[in-house]
């Protein structure tokens, strides 16, 4: 069956770097666009990276963009997302996402989620 499997979460200081991993398996990894999401108490959950099926483009909202990279390994079936200057305001739990649009902005499979606290 279709499995994500997110992991690396933790707790970090402000100006801190965290790198979260996701496990794919049970569907075509590399014909599959991947997104890390994620949802803090009383918010809805947002985006904040894509990857194209081929790794050859990404996408960033302007809060994380220049602090967050996303990228996959597709003959590991990993995503990666490198998060560098951590603020409180990023604490949330972090989702992997799966979906076979690089455009598509509802449906596919979604991990368990990894909390991420940025605190001193």
């Known amino acids: 069956q279709v499995q994500l499997v997110e992991s690396g979460g933790g707790l970090v200081q402000p100006g801190g770097s965290l790198r979260l991993s996701c496990a794919a398996s049970?569907?075509?990894?590399?014909?599959?666009?991947m997104s890390w999401y994620r949802q803090a108490p009383g918010k809805e959950r947002e985006s904040v990276a894509r990857v194209r099926s081929d790794g050859g483009s990404t996408m960033y909202p302007s809060s994380v963009k220049g602090r967050f990279t996303i990228s996959r390994d597709n003959d590991k079936n990993m995503v990666y997302l490198q998060m560098n200057s951590l603020k409180p305001e990023d604490t949330a739990v972090y989702y992997c996402n799966a979906r076979p649009g690089y455009f598509s902005e509802s449906g596919g499979y979604w991990g368990q989620g990894t909390q991420v606290t940025v605190s001193s």
């Open positions: 049970g569907f075509d990894f590399g014909s599959y666009a």
